[in-house]
């Protein structure tokens, strides 16, 4: 067996990651664990606001907070000026999403395997506007069919595309940057929800080629909950795009019947953010910077690969993932359980999990033929020995019934 | 010199929000001061979550989160189900905003001295789908005319009334019950922007009788920046509204080609939130609820109110505030100074003041003669001699040029 990355400096992580030793987190497509430097950032931040109130606090604390663009902007090979903070990965979404010019009649492009947040995004705006979502259908290997998107966006010319890099229900990986080259041939707005992918992979917005891209803190990034951030291409920003609901961060009222928006992402912002999170947020970002989203990413989608190898062939037990290329999230489905109870078999042993259920996963769980998958997400900060015993207790459980 | 109510809890209610005794905090229009409980509440739950998992210590602590609605219910005097929680009060009103069924040509009935964030909202709805916006006078009395409301809603039938309770930049209280008698005497949606009164005034959004409600949890509510809540009537639920974006917080996915709305406020809500900062802002708001709204109110105003006296009249100072009835929020026009460096003489002196701007209140201010105002605004732990330290400063600071 090779020795996986990140291995000579896993006692120095895990000392950072204030769990118990007893407890198997494989849950980070949830939320991953806080390292020790980002809950000291927050609760920091926090008591300087209680202790000199929370504008001094913000304003005292001005140059870190500026900082976050910088973190953001070295993470996604961007601008600061490109990066907006948000109230999650949805906030960050739908932001962009009422930025689009859409008009009556239009269709909207996306794949069998969007976020259900998206899907019931899509349909509300379809009921509201009278717009037509169209999903592109997969290819045989589980991703979304390239050709059939390129023939869907010569035919229909959508107004939007709108893919999810890695759809939370299973370890598929979109190939977002050769969709991207295909809605740049034809100057379509490319819209791409990095909600699980930032933090577990390397994520390079000029390489995917999108006019959008949205993203959460608290999972694979390792920040806290109740923050996201979205990336806005230099294109939208010169093109005026700007989301339907702007404030006074996001422009400057400059006359009583007027108001000239910013020049940057700052346009996507709302005045009130809560500081201590966002400080939290570009702790996180600077921290798996510096522990290498390259090293992080081969060694999360290694120790995926072993579980799922682990779990591949026993009775009882079917792995779903599809995709050329799979990430860290295994999803796994269990003959004769139901999804809750299997998952607190696991808490029982200790072992943190995740469900996904049919009514979260449409279409992809249909084609699947299932109504229910155990979702096991590890990360960099994981070890072998915690692949084989989660590994052993899913076959355990299984076999229980 | 009567006692002012709280007198006799004060020396508790000081001990328990951690501020230096120099310091004195005349900003809580900007952000209240957390006290002890708020702060211990959120930073617990972080290290929570850092520990066992940002989603098993939601699942922990669900019945400390799901408690949050009965907090903002016994506040505001509605039913839980009326409740949901938002990143912030624009959040709040925005989700409101995009529930009224705008259609082009419909108009916008609103106030002078509602808040510029509103105002810009208003007007990139106007932009986008054709809203027209009018302003109701002010009546001779500060406060907006009834009479001029009453007979714009009846002739021009506008789609949705929208009133800001108290004004950011002024101590205004508008008539916000009279104005939802006519608005229900004519069937319109109305909206109540309550950032600025709930935790400083009784909010009863029954005896109000608006549709939305929308507040933030960091001002008079001492709770953590980044929170806010949207107060939904039965009868807007009733009627179907519901936010252009839904989420699987929101709606459930039933069916490929649709999905079904919560029935109870929920629906305004986002699936992820910041946890640890709804807990907190739960605990400010029972904080509120056991130190009383009603002698809060009263304690708070008679300071803003002891405030005034000790200005007025003083050489190249102007007390700005208008009404009938006047809150915790003072405003200033002071001669020959710009608004920043006044600030930071009072800044040097340990006191924490606000500075309001034109471009703010473009509306407001135009009419009182004023580019900038120095804001003021004690809270219910505040003191007389605090009061009289911040005059004392004020009257040194504007004889000082």
């Known amino acids: 067996m090779t020795t996986l990355p990140l291995e000579h400096d896993l006692a120095r992580l895990r000392a950072e990651t204030p769990t118990s030793e007893k407890l198997i987190h494989f849950n980070n ?49 961007c601008s600061p000026s490109s990066v ?14 009422s930025a689009v010019p859409f008009e009556r009649g239009d269709s909207l492009l996306t794949t069998r395997n969007d976020y259900i947040s998206n899907q019931i995004a899509f349909m509300a705006l379809g009921r509201r506007y009278g717009i037509e979502v169209i999903h592109a259908p997969d290819a045989a290997d589980g991703r979304v069919d390239i050709a059939a998107v390129e023939a869907m966006i010569r ?39 990095a909600c699980q992918s930032v933090g577990q992979l390397s994520v390079d ?79 996180a970002v600077r921290y798996a910077i510096e522990v290498g989203l390259e090293p992080i990413s081969l060694r999360a989608s290694a120790l995926a690969a072993e579980l799922r190898l682990l779990l591949d062939g026993v009775d009882g037990v079917r792995v779903l993932d599809r ?8 999803t796994v489905a269990v003959d004769g359980w139901k999804g809750d109870d299997f998952r607190r078999e696991l808490t029982a042993r200790s072992i943190n999990s995740g469900i996904s259920l049919l009514e979260h996963s449409r279409f992809d769980f249909n084609d699947k033929g299932v109504d229910w998958a155990l979702r096991l997400s590890p990360h960099y900060y994981n070890t072998r020995a915690e692949v084989e015993k989660v590994a052993t207790a899913v076959v355990e459980v299984a076999a229980s019934r």
């Open 29 to 77: 497509a949830g939320a991953g664990l806080m390292p020790e430097p980002v809950v000291r950032t927050v609760t920091d931040h926090l008591l300087l606001e209680a202790e000199i109130g929370g504008y001094e606090a913000e304003e005292a604390r001005a140059s870190e907070i500026a900082a976050f663009y910088d973190a953001v902007a070295t993470l996604l090979g």
């Open 84 to 97: 907006a903070f948000t109230a999650s990965a949805t906030d960050a979404y739908t932001r962009a999403l």
């Open 155 to 193: 035919n229909q010319r959508p107004r939007l595309v709108a893919v999810t890099h890695v759809p939370t229900d299973s370890g598929l990986v979109q190939p977002v940057a050769e969709i991207g080259a295909v809605c740049r041939e034809y100057a379509t707005l490319y819209l791409v929800d």
């Open 205 to 283: 917005v000029a390489e995917i080629g999108c006019d959008f891209l949205s993203a959460t803190g608290r999972k694979f990034l390792r920040g806290p909950r109740g923050t996201g951030f979205l990336y806005v291409s230099p294109r939208a920003l010169a093109a005026g795009l700007e989301p339907l609901f702007i404030d006074m961060r996001g422009a400057a009222w400059t006359e009583k019947q007027g108001y000239t928006s910013a020049d940057t992402a700052q346009r996507f912002e709302e005045w009130e953010s809560p500081y201590a999170l966002k400080l939290g947020l570009a702790a």
């Open 323 to 330: 995709g050329r290329e799979r990430c860290a999230i295994v």
